[in-house]
């Protein structure tokens, strides 16, 4: 499973980046207004930092609107992935675009038949929002289980399942049990998934057993 990091902030895709373990980023309208910065100059300097996938969404609502803004923006870096809502007018601009080369991210997905028609357009990654459908009485993780089995009758769909609107680390866990190919982390989550109190508790342990030793292990 790979690791994206949701957010648009560059320092703290600085600092998760450093681990080794993120894979990606996503960023989105919300994400971009919040830090007050130049949209480009922001997804310009992602993708200095993270060399995988890197998602600028268009704000455009219409099919030739969002292809000038796609086109604009994939000029950033050759990582840049093009974010189009599942709409019509979305579905169009990324068959095209998919036809172009570009990568393309179809975002705001909340049903299988939405999905199929993300992979027919040649979506490189559809995002089901998995906390918004939860948010709404339904088990979002169920929607990622119909994707992922439909998505594998068909070998010729190459679109892969982003699961986005992730809240808590066993959203992480189940998306992994379930086979999805993403998953989309604020940086608070995926921090979270380090958190264990008995790791906590053990490594207390070992040091204070060493320390009674008196020894030390040399440095290079």
């Known amino acids: 499973m790979k690791f994206f990091v949701d957010t648009a902030d560059v320092a703290e895709i600085q600092d998760l980046a ?6 990606g980023v996503t960023t ?10 130049d949209f480009i100059e922001i997804v310009k300097e ?13 704000v455009a609502t219409e099919t030739d609107g969002m292809l000038r803004q796609g086109r604009a923006l994939r000029k950033i870096a050759p990582n840049v992935t093009i974010k ?8 169009r601009a990324c068959k095209t675009l998919s036809d172009e080369g570009t990568m ?15 992979a027919k357009a040649g979506a490189a ?47 992480v866990v189940e998306a992994g049990r379930l086979g999805a190919d993403v998953v989309t982390l604020p940086p608070k989550v995926l921090r ?15 040091l204070s057993d060493w320390e009674k030793t008196g020894q030390t292990i040399p440095e290079e």
């Open 18 to 23: 450093a681990t080794g373990l993120v894979d």
């Open 125 to 171: 990654f559809v995002s089901p929002f998995v906390g918004r459908l939860d948010d709404i009485g339904h088990e979002g993780m169920d929607l990622i289980s119909d994707i992922v089995a439909i998505y594998s009758n068909y070998p010729a769909f190459k679109t892969e399942v982003l699961v986005a609107s992730v809240r808590h680390p066993m959203h």
């Open 104 to 118: 393309v991210n179809v975002t705001l997905c909340f049903s299988a038949a939405q999905a199929i028609l993300a």
């Open 192 to 206: 979270q998934l380090y958190a264990h109190p008995l790791t906590d508790k053990g490594l207390a342990a070992f």
């Open 84 to 91: 189009l809502p599942l709409t019509p007018d979305g579905l």
């Open 28 to 37: 989105n309208p919300s994400l971009a207004a919040k830090t007050g910065r």
């Open 46 to 58: 992602i993708c200095e930092i993270v060399p995988g996938p890197v998602s600028a969404e268009v």
